[in-house]
Nanobody
Framework: QLQLVESGGGLVQPGGSLRLSCTASGGGFTLYNIGWFRQSPGKEREGVSAISRYTIITEYADSVKGRFTISRNNAKNTVYLQMNSLKPEDTAVYYC??????????????WGQGTQVIVSS
């Protein structure tokens, strides 16, 4: 059973940067598409970015395009989300997930515990 653990969240000022990590254990990591999602109080969970197996196809929500970069290091069983030029509206709990398609949360079957990102002065 694949398990995911997120790390790297915290408090950052507007315009700052954070790098989130999603580290997998349990086997089969290279076979999975991996997505990053976020959820703020009172809002639905939304897709942020996703990366496919094999061919390194990436996908981004319009709201983060040009600011966030997703990557994966299969040797480390880790997917990263580099977040630059952060805005207050990026504040959310960020989750990584495995086994789904693109930026559609309901298609993912394996989820991490989440890591909090707060963008504030």
């Amino acid at each position: 059973q694949l398990q995911l653990v997120e790390s790297g969240g915290g408090l950052v000022q507007p315009g700052g940067s954070l790098r989130l990590s999603c580290t997998a254990s349990g086997g089969g990591f290279t076979l999975y598409n991996i997505g990053w999602f976020r959820q703020s109080p009172g809002k639905e969970r939304e897709g942020v970015s996703a990366i496919s197996r094999y061919t390194i196809i990436t996908e981004y929500a319009d709201s983060v395009k040009g600011r966030f970069t997703i990557s994966r290091n299969n040797a480390k069983n880790t997917v990263y989300l580099q977040m630059n030029s952060l805005k207050p509206e990026d504040t959310a709990v960020y989750y990584c997930a495995a086994g789904g398609t693109g930026l559609v949360p309901r298609t993912y079957s394996i989820w991490g515990q989440g890591t909090q990102v707060i963008v504030s002065s």
